[in-house]
């Protein structure tokens, strides 16, 4: 039942902006951990970033300072804003819903992805 669609992605030049955006719906948004992944052909998925419930993130140490996360709970939304892009960061990006079942424990949930192409 829970749905992620995402948006935003495209073909810019090195050096350019992007702002990659996921929208949910059949779960308690405010409640859960959003993330976003990335994966390249014959490469494991990896994270990117994560905003928690309370708004806590965390990034790979190879887009800190160039990407931000960030969530907007009363659209049910989470955004991942990319700036200063390279080439390595061609991929497809994934958002990812964490949904917290207290005892039962974390059910994770995939957007369909969307590529992200950076250009010399």
């Known amino acids: 039942q829970v749905q992620l669609v995402e948006s935003g992605g495209g073909l810019v030049q090195a050096g350019g902006s992007l702002t990659l955006s996921c929208a949910a719906s059949?779960?308690?948004?405010?409640?859960?951990?959003m993330a976003w992944y990335r994966q390249t052909p014959g490469k494991q998925r990896e994270l990117v970033a994560l905003?928690?419930?309370?708004?806590?993130?965390n990034y790979a140490e190879y887009v800190k300072g160039r990407f931000t996360i960030s969530r907007d709970n009363a659209k049910d939304t989470v955004s991942l804003q990319m700036n200063s892009l390279k080439p390595e960061d061609t991929a497809v990006y994934y958002c990812?819903?964490?949904?917290?079942?207290?005892?039962?424990?974390?059910?994770?949930?995939w957007g369909q992805g969307t590529q992200v192409t950076i250009s010399s």
């Open positions: 059949g779960t308690i948004f405010s409640r859960d951990d």
């Open positions: 990812q819903c964490r949904e917290e079942q207290g005892r039962w424990g974390t059910l994770e949930y």
């Open positions: 905003i928690t419930s309370d708004g806590l993130t």
